[in-house]
């Protein structure tokens, strides 16, 4: 079992930055695959961004904007996000499945709470 809690919403200016992290627990998490999902009001979960290992897939609504990484010693995943807009507003969810990566949420074992980005124009 793999508990996650994401942490580091809040609300911020169109271009600012917010980083999110995504702490675990439970097992160890550096096997596991992770991505971050966000979800607006009205709308679909979509994927963000993933990381297996060392690979990472991004959106492309969200590349050159967004970095995740990763720290396996302390089993937690960062989303750097910057350039922030309003369409980013919404719930970000953190997200692991064991061993490889996926865009499709459905695939994914554990869940966050998810944590609230609002980005006023």
């Known amino acids: 079992q793999v508990q996650l809690v994401e942490s580091g919403g809040g609300l911020v200016q169109a271009g600012g930055s917010l980083r999110l992290s995504c702490a675990a627990s439970?097992?160890?998490?550096?096997?596991?695959?992770v991505g971050w999902f966000r979800q607006a009001p009205g709308k679909e979960r979509e994927f963000v961004v993933g990381i297996t290992g060392a690979i990472t897939r991004y959106a492309d609504s969200v590349k050159g904007r967004f970095t995740i990484s990763r720290d396996n010693a302390k089993n937690t995943v960062y989303l750097q996000m910057n350039s922030l807009k309003p369409e980013d507003t919404a719930v970000y969810y953190c997200a692991a499945r064991y061993s490889s990566g996926s865009f499709l949420p459905q695939t994914y074992d554990y869940w966050g709470q998810g944590t609230q980005v609002t980005v006023s124009s």
């Open positions: 439970g097992r160890t998490f550096s096997s596991y695959a």
